[in-house]
């Protein structure tokens, strides 16, 4: 089934650890996206990607990196975790970055 | 910066009402507006995408109006059912080339549609 795949579905992470959370799309998307979801605060913006090659910084960056290598893959990278990372992670694509957004099942993560 | 607000934040409703949500933008220079679906410790699912040149797209049972001179968009669900109930998030893609691509959300509206 085409679609978004996120791993892992779920994490609990000391602070202080690196974590990579892979994303993968088969839809052929050139646009991708990364969001946290916090109670309270929404879903909010935090690397965006609108081709294989290019990132950029969404509403909240800090404390995280992205890399776009090929068209498929979008990982989130926490280089050092802290607590107020402990959220829900949503990885998205787009054909464009004017359609419509597809959304992956989440990544649920508690940093300790 | 734009700000999404969802009215009501809770609904609870009898099966077989029909019902409308609300959306409203405060900036509407806007490329398009995206209605999503969200169960419980899931993902979102994509409902309805308006250009922001429409004024309403359908699908089955549900209708999204945009007035993007007003900043407001509805969400029409007509003959409510159980299987409805979730939370509904508004979204909008702001226009302009740095905001190309990134959606702001609302805070969503809770459903509940009791047997």
């Known amino acids: 089934i085409a679609g978004i795949t996120q791993a892992p579905t779920s994490q609990i992470l000391a602070a202080g650890r690196r974590m990579t959370l892979r994303c993968t799309q088969d839809?052929?998307?050139?646009?991708m996206y990364w969001y946290r979801q916090d109670l309270g605060l929404g879903l909010r913006l935090i690397h965006y990607?609108?081709?294989?090659?290019?990132?950029g910084k969404g509403e909240v960056p800090d404390g995280y990196s992205v890399s776009r290598a090929n068209t498929d893959d979008f990982p989130l990278t926490l280089a050092s975790a802290v607590p107020s990372q402990t959220s829900v992670y949503f990885c998205?694509?787009?054909?464009?970055?004017?359609?419509?957004?597809?959304f992956g099942q989440g990544t649920r993560l508690t940093v300790v | 910066k734009q700000e999404v607000t969802q009215i009501p934040a809770a609904l609870s409703v009898p099966e077989g009402e029909n019902l409308v949500l609300n959306c409203s933008f405060t900036?509407?220079?806007?490329?398009?507006l995206q209605w999503f679906r969200q169960d419980p410790g899931k993902g979102l699912t994509s409902l309805l995408l308006?250009?922001?040149?429409?004024r309403e797209q359908t699908s089955g049972r549900l209708n999204a109006s945009l007035d993007k001179s007003s900043g407001r968009s509805t969400l029409y669900i007509a003959a409510s059912q159980p299987g409805d109930s979730a939370t509904y998030l508004c979204?909008?893609?702001?226009?302009?080339?740095?905001?190309?691509?990134?959606?702001?959300f609302g805070q969503g509206t809770i459903l509940t549609v009791h047997p």
């Open positions: 998205a694509s787009s054909l464009t970055g004017d359609t419509e957004a597809f």
């Open positions: 839809m052929r998307h050139n646009a």
């Open positions: 990607s609108n081709t294989a090659g290019t990132t």
């Open positions: 900036d509407s220079a806007i490329y398009n």
């Open positions: 308006i250009q922001s040149s429409q």
């Open positions: 979204a909008v893609m702001d226009a302009g080339g740095t905001s190309y691509g990134k959606l702001t």
